[in-house]
Every structure is written in C-alpha cells, then in structure tokens.
C-alpha cells in the first residue's frame, strides 16, 4: 500500500518478445526499496500471459510505465539548432514531426514524443514515433487486467535510469553499451546525465567483437581521450546474453577499459532478491515513474496524462482522507481504554480496603504511562503535520520546473503561517530561468518570488572534469514565501 505524500510508487512492466518483466518500487524521500522481481514467459497469447502476471503479484498500485514492441515504434535522431527564442524552438519542433509524419504517411495517425540530448556544443532531439493503433492496443492490454499506464514508451532511453544506482556507474563520465539481438547502442553519460546514444549496428557480430568496436569508437573521440588520460575509464555492459569471459577489462590504444556487466538497481535495498541484468529496462522504466523529470518521452497523449496524474492525486487525498481520520478515531479509543482500565482500577480499589496502598501504586503508574502515551501521540502528530507540509510544498514547486531547469540546493526557513523558500539551480538557457519565475509568480500558493541572482557560469566552475569545461549555464537563485 502507498501512504500519500509520504511514499510514491513505480511499477515497470517490460514486455518483449519472450516474456514480461515486472518491477515494483517504492520511494521514501530520497531512500528506494524494490517490492517485487518477477517475469512471466509468454507461452501463450500475451494478454493470457500478462493476466496470469497480475494475479501473481497481485498489485496494490494500479499505475504503470511500460513499453511497445521495437517493431512498433520509430526512432530518429537530429541536430538540434541553437534557438534564442523558445517560440522558435517550438516551432522546429513542429516542423520535425510534420516532417516525421509525412515520411512515415502509411502508418497512420502517429504519437510522437521527444527528448532533448546535449553534449558539449552539440546538441540533439531523439524522438520516438508510434501509430495511434499500436498505442490504443497496449493501453487496451492493460485495462482488461486491471492496470492503468502512466507512461508509454520505447525503453530506449528509460535502460540507463536503473544504473544511477550504482556507484561506480554514477560518479564522474561513464559509458553504458546496450547490446541487442540485431542492433547496440552506445550511451554517454555525464554524472547520470545521458548526453549522446550513438546506434552500432550487431547483426552478424559477436558480443565480443561490438564490445571491441564500441571501445575503439570511444578512443577515436578526443574528449574521451582527454578524460582517460587522467582516470581509468568504465564502459558497463547491458545485454543478455554476456559471460563473465566476454565481459572483462581491456587495453585498447594503450588505454584499459574497465569493462564491467552492469547489474540494475545494485544499491537498492530488497528483500526478494536483485533483478538480474535482463531487467535494467524494466528497472529504468520503474525508475522514471519516480522520477518523471528524467526525460519528456511518453507517447501518451497529453491530455490522457494530465488525466491520469489527476487519478493519481485522487487517489492519494481519498487515502489521506481514510487514514488520517482513522488514525485520530484509533489514537482516541486507545486513550478511552487506557482511561477506562484506569477508572476500573479505582473503582475495584475503592471495594478493596485492604489493598488500598497497592491500588494507588497501580495507578499512579498508569497516569505516568497514559503521560507518555499522549506525549509520543503529541509528537506523532506534529511529525506527520511536518511531512505533509514538506511534502505539498515540494509537490507545488515541481509541478512549476521547466525543461532545461535543475535544482541544486534548497532552503526552507519556517515563519509561523507560512515558510520562506531559497532555491538555487542550474539551466542551460535564461529564458528557462524566466519560465521558472513565471509560473512560480502565477502559483496561488507562492507569493514574493523574486529573483537574487541569475549570473553565467562556465560548467568546470561546477563539475571539475575537463571534458565538459566550455558548456555554458546560467546559475540562480530565486526566494518566495509558501503559505502553509
């Protein structure tokens, strides 16, 4: 069971060609427990296989990332312009997919959704394509067993959120190689920040022989070679079908590699076990549902998922409504039964002459007893009133960040009736920095949004690597008050 506001779920549900994997999460703050690690072989129909999944694991949460087959979607990868306005941008947007309709015109009526790639100066949009029948079908799936989606995509990007969790992985700038049955993609990423996807093709190859490739091509890069000249550099491994033989350390160009078969999720706590390394995009799609902000791919359309986090938010108030109320009515008939053993002490001490002294013993223990019980109720609810307050704020704010917007640091100072809120971050554009202000202005809740400081930075002033050294950012500091 989720606790609203306190606890947020992800469940993904990775459907391939042989079987459907399933991975259940559970956010608490910052701090990620996995639930549940199953797989269903598809031997029969793939709803019948789906079904007898569900009755498994037997699912609380009905909500769901998932994917489409590769044979159902479209995938494309284009330079990005530089744009001094965002209306401009929007409209490249349009153009592309006008064009991306246009070209895939025996498809039907697409969904098409996008997500922006920025490494260094070069600068990139992966869009995703799929037909409106092809989405309908998987959503219809999922309704005749119970389960509603909250996003649908390819899986191709969601592969690298389940790494995050591993140290090594995480620190400083990795490389992810995904090898499947025909194709490979080679992943760049920056502090967990996927930057570049570079597609290699496998047909015809061993895992081996693109492991090689996949080395030789980060070699040839010159800010590869910039950054192994002062670290050993990692390429981790994601595929199938891998041995520990295939997977290993190698020299390529006088350099070694340390090349290692990533296991998804390897720092999260679980007491049914760890997914094995065929689940890192079931994971990664878990992963996103936490969180959403990691990339704008959903090929859901924006109504249908504006109305899905409305069911979701629904959901939590008719919790919140249930427990708190009932936590109140349970807390209260404890102190009417701790008070009413009380009064019957009393009453048999009162009939009991000969044992008065014992009886007045006994109840001044229960009145130091029922002392403690009404302090730790006190502070019970004091703590929950805290976290719920914490909780609503951090939900108010996020729903107002933009793309291109990352927070860094966060102050909350409380005032009586309300708290005054510092936030500081990082963009790669002003104008995301004044979207940001706009709609902080325009939130009921916020009031006296100013911002102290907006000033452009070089990124080695941040991140002290020299791959990435001349990547512009614009660092700020914004200040309002939250009425509570």
């Known amino acids: 069971m989720k606790l609203p506001f306190i606890q947020q779920r992800g469940i993904g549900v990775h459907i391939t060609g042989k079987s459907i994997r399933w991975i259940d999460l559970v956010r608490t703050g910052n701090s990620l427990r996995i639930l549940t690690v199953d797989e269903e072989p598809l031997t029969d129909s793939m709803e019948e296989s789906l079904s007898r ?13 998932t994917n489409l ?40 009526d697409l969904h098409i959704s996008h997500h922006f790639l920025v490494n260094g100066d070069e600068r990139k949009c992966f ?25 649908l995509t390819s899986g191709t990007v969601e592969r690298t959120y389940s790494c995050l969790f591993n140290e090594e992985f995480a620190e400083g700038d990795q490389q992810l190689l995904h090898i499947g049955k025909e194709e490979a993609i080679l992943y760049d990423l920056k502090n967990g920040i996927l930057t570049e996807m570079i597609a290699m093709d496998h047909a015809g190859n061993s895992i081996s022989d693109t492991i090689e490739e996949a080395l ?28 520990k033989e295939t997977v290993t350390s190698r020299e390529i160009g006088g350099q070694t590699f340390n090349v290692v078969a990533l296991q998804p999720l390897k720092s999260v706590k679980s007491k049914v ?29 924006e109504e249908e998922q504006v109305f899905v986090r409305e069911q ?75 976290r719920t307050r914490f909780a609503s704020l951090m939900e108010t704010i996020g729903k107002t960040v933009p793309n291109g917007v990352w927070f860094t640091g966060m102050n909350i100072r409380n005032e009586q009736s309300q708290s005054q809120v510092k936030l500081q971050g990082l963009s790669n554009s002003e104008n995301h920095v ?3 202000m706009e709609h902080l202005e325009h939130t009921d809740r916020l009031s006296d949004v100013r911002l102290v400081l907006s ?30």
């Open 273 to 301: 076990g760890k997914p094995g390394i065929h689940f890192t995009t079931c994971a990664g799609m878990a992963v996103k549902q936490l969180y959403p902000a990691l990339d704008s791919v959903n090929l859901l359309g």
């Open 312 to 386: 979701i938010q629904k959901k939590d108030s008719l919790l919140t409504g249930i427990l708190i109320p009932g936590s109140v009515v349970l807390i209260w008939l404890l102190i009417m039964a701790v008070q009413g053993y009380h009064q019957s002490q009393l009453t048999n001490a009162s009939e009991q002459v000969e044992q008065l002294n014992n009886k007045i013993t006994a109840v001044a223990n229960a009145d130091s007893s029922l002392s403690r019980w009404v302090r730790k109720v006190e502070q019970a609810r004091e703590l929950v009133a805290q």
């Open 216 to 243: 030789t091509l980060l070699i040839s890069g010159k800010n590869v070679r910039d950054s192994i000249s002062t670290q050993q550099h990692g390429l981790f491994v994601s595929t199938e079908n891998a041995d």
């Open 455 to 484: 000033d452009r930075v070089q990124e080695k002033d941040i991140y002290k690597k020299g791959r990435y050294a001349n990547v512009p950012l614009v660092k700020f500091e914004i200040r309002f008050r939250s009425k509570e």
């Open 434 to 436: 004044a979207t940001l």
């Open 69 to 108: 087959r590769p044979d159902q979607v479209k995938e494309f990868v284009v330079p990005l312009p530089e744009f001094d306005d965002e209306e401009y941008q929007e409209s490249w947007l349009h153009e592309q997919e006008r064009i991306i309709r246009s070209s895939e015109s025996g498809s039907g």
């Open 127 to 151: 869009f995703v394509a799929a037909s409106e029948q092809a989405v309908r079908q998987r959503k219809e799936l999922l309704v005749s067993v119970g389960l509603t989606p909250v996003c």
């Open 53 to 65: 999944l569900v009755s498994r694991v037997k699912p609380d949460y009905p909500f769901v990332s």
